[in-house]
């Protein structure tokens, strides 16, 4: 059995990016405490805790990527 990975559509992806874009921003400039609070409301299924992963993913390479340059 093979696995198909199918991509999300141009739009659709926009608009993905977008939100995971906010997020970063809000975790950025966020204290720990409301990072925390921002969590547990926020992040209660296993979905949800993949998408936080990816935007932080993301965050870090951003990071990681500046510090190269």
């Known amino acids: ?3 198909v990975i199918v991509s999300p559509t141009p739009n659709k992806q926009r ?3 977008a939100k995971s874009e906010a997020l ?3 975790l950025v400039t966020a204290t720990p405490a409301q990072i925390d609070a921002y969590l547990n ?3 209660t299924t296993l979905v ?4 936080v992963l990816k935007v932080l993913a993301i965050g870090l ?3 990681y990527l500046k510090q190269v340059q």
């Open 48 to 51: 949800q805790a993949r998408q």
């Open 24 to 26: 970063l921003q809000q």
């Open 61 to 63: 390479r951003y990071v």
């Open 15 to 17: 608009l993905m990016d």
């Open 1 to 3: 059995m093979s696995t």
């Open 41 to 43: 409301a926020n992040v």
